[in-house]
């Protein structure tokens, strides 16, 4: 059996973030895993890229900290740039065992119009992906 001990999670500050972190904490906490939580800031001004990674920080730290006092060793990462690119260059960056995301049920149009970042990585990723589809 494979054992994850090094997982890199997505974190788009939205309200499926809170589903993705209750399956992967758990797993986390049978495995003794580390979790690096990652969000791509995507702008396109310095004012904006400055507003978001705040925004983001602020965000992905009360994250750490709940991990943290569950007794879950977790990291906080923000990397500025499209995210299927960036997300990527992260898992070739480092020796990461698993990466896990929700994924938002686009519909067609939206699909059609903004692409998909899970389907990107579904093609393109080099380590398992774990894709939680949260309930609406």
């Known amino acids: ?14 309200e499926v ?8 904490s758990s797993l986390a906490l049978k495995l003794g895993a580390t979790l690096h939580l990652l ?10 890229d400055r507003y978001l990674r705040e925004h983001a920080l602020t965000i992905l730290e ?3 900290n709940k991990l943290q006092a569950d007794g879950i060793e977790a990291h906080v990462l923000i ?3 499209e995210p ?3 997300i990527l260059n992260e898992i070739d960056e480092h020796a990461y065992d698993l ?9 067609l149009p939206g699909r059609i119009m903004f692409g998909s ?5 579904r093609e393109k990723i080099t380590i398992p992906l774990l894709l939680i589809k949260p309930d609406k």
């Open 1 to 14: 059996m494979y054992v994850y001990k090094k997982i890199l999670v997505a974190i788009d500050c939205s």
């Open 17 to 24: 973030d809170e589903i993705i972190l209750n399956h992967v």
């Open 39 to 48: 969000h791509v800031v995507h702008s396109h001004t310095l004012d904006q």
């Open 62 to 64: 009360d994250f750490r």
């Open 117 to 121: 970042v899970s389907r990107t990585l």
């Open 79 to 81: 990397r500025s740039g």
């Open 99 to 107: 990466f896990a995301m929700a994924t938002h049920g686009h519909r």
């Open 84 to 86: 299927e690119t960036e």
